[in-house]
């Protein structure tokens, strides 16, 4: 008897070798007749190298926004970005210990500061997954014009109905050389 690789039923001896490969090549066009429309259709929905570096674009524009809307102290602008559910984790050490002091999207929101804040991030860097996304934001931040702390920002993102928002942020305070100051110097109003 010969068998079909592809199929489990057997052919039955009588039929000629001809007629047995003629029905195995039926069967294999039959089968992938049928899983080629639906091959097709996943295909459409995994992101295409053009619409990944476009959601790229979009965490990292989003990023900056964020940084904008703190410098000119705009807390509710800065948590639209975000989910109704985001937290943020601002981390640093004191007296040698690891410390993060959580805030929900909330308790930023309402946050009130006397003090001019500068944030500014260069060579950030994303990377996107179907629905979630993260930025790697290397920044510096001045209080009032002078020089405060540096240190990384790191964006984790979701893609909601409404577009990309920020579901958590957590970022390092530091001094260098644990970090950079910004390539271009101090802000123009720190000068």
């Known amino acids: 008897m010969l068998t079909d690789v592809a199929s489990p039923e057997p052919f039955p001896p009588h ?18 007749a049928t899983a080629l429309p639906a091959a097709l259709a996943l295909a459409a929905t995994l992101p295409s190298p053009a619409r990944a570096q476009d959601a790229r674009a ?26 109704p559910e985001a937290m943020l ?15 929900t999207r909330e308790q930023q929101r309402t946050a ?10 260069w060579n950030g860097e994303a990377r996107v997954a179907g629905l979630t996304a993260t930025v790697w ?16 920002d ?4 979701v893609k909601t109905a409404t577009g990309w928002k920020i579901s958590a942020m957590t ?17 123009t109003e720190a000068r």
């Open 58 to 83: 979009q965490v990292l524009a989003l990023a900056d926004s964020g940084l904008a809307a703190i410098s000119r102290g705009d807390w509710v602008a800065f948590t639209d970005l975000m989910v």
């Open 137 to 152: 934001l290397p920044y510096d931040l001045h209080i009032d014009g002078k020089w405060s702390h540096c240190g990384v």
């Open 171 to 187: 970022w390092s305070v530091e001094q260098p050389p644990a970090c950079a100051k910004h390539p271009n110097g101090p802000p």
């Open 89 to 103: 984790f601002p981390t640093r050490e004191v007296n040698g210990a690891p410390t993060y002091a959580p805030r």
């Open 15 to 32: 039929l000629p070798s001809a007629l047995a490969m003629t029905v195995r090549t039926l069967i294999r066009a039959a089968s992938l």
């Open 112 to 121: 009130s500061g006397r003090t001019k804040i500068t944030e500014r991030g």
């Open 154 to 157: 790191t964006f984790l993102f």
